[in-house]
Structures are given as structure tokens and as C-alpha cells.
């Protein structure tokens, strides 16, 4: 047994003569006020140029013409430029995976094409076919019967 159950049980064996009045006391009866008493004199930070703002600037545009200055051209075989290339994908793979999706796209929507205009034949189908064997062959009067030994029955 917990601790809180054992707690209430004490609780509750010794309350019983007595009255119990439990208090509710909410939220919008509490006063939650402050005697603060603000001046009003604002201390404000001094502007000029010695704020975080402009030392990031001043930071980022030396780093900006540091590495303008010192960066290699375009037409140099750096060894970052060695390594990447060798990780990269040639662009005649690349055509070559293009063309193939682009053939099997094309392929695909031609097949969408035809299922979407396709019909169905033109066949009265039953409900219940059996219906057509209810009937006894050998209780039909003379000359009722149609010619049958022509037909064919057709898979669909």
C-alpha cells in the first residue's frame, strides 16, 4: 500500500466525529499584486559602435575579404576540388539516367492512356446464369425449342 493511500486512510479514521471543512481556494480569488514601486528613469545602453551589432560586422566583413584574398582561383587543381570530383557523378551517367526515367515515364502515361479509354465488350452478363439450366429439357412441347447447335459460348 502507498504511502498516500495509508495517509488518507489515518486521515479519514479520524475526521469521522468531527466536521471536516475543506477550503477551495482558486486562482481568480488569490491577489497576486506587487508593491513594486518602478521609477522611471530608463538606463539605456549607449549607441555607438562598440555594440555586439557592429563588431559581427566588422568581424564578418574582414573574414569576407580575408578569403576573397587569399582563396584560390577557379582554375586551380586544389586538393578539395581533386576529392570532390572524384566522389561526384560524371554528367554523361547522369544524362544517360535521365533519358532512361524520361523513356519509362513516357511508357508508363501511354499505358495510363490506354486503360483509361478502354471499353467494356458489349455482353449482357447475368446476375444469377444458373437461371438458364431451371428449366427441363424434356418438358418442352414440339417446336419451341430454339436451335442451338450453332452457338458458341464465348470466355470473357
Known sequence: MSLAR???LLRQKHTVGSVLLIQR??????????DEH???THYSREAGFSTPFWRNTVLLSLLAVGFYKWAP???????????LAQYMTPSEIWAAINEKHLLLSQQASDNTILQADAKRPNVHRYRYPQILDTG???L?????????????????
Open 136 to 138: 427441363s429439357p424434356h
Open 25 to 34: 481556494r482558486f486562482a481568480s480569488h488569490d491577489s497576486h499584486t506587487h
Open 73 to 83: 582561383s577557379p582554375n586551380q587543381d586544389v586538393y578539395l576540388t581533386r576529392w
Open 140 to 156: 418442352q412441347p414440339v417446336g419451341r425449342v430454339a436451335d442451338m447447335s450453332s452457338t458458341t459460348v464465348r470466355s470473357g
Open 38 to 40: 518602478h521609477d522611471d
Open 6 to 8: 495509508a495517509s488518507l
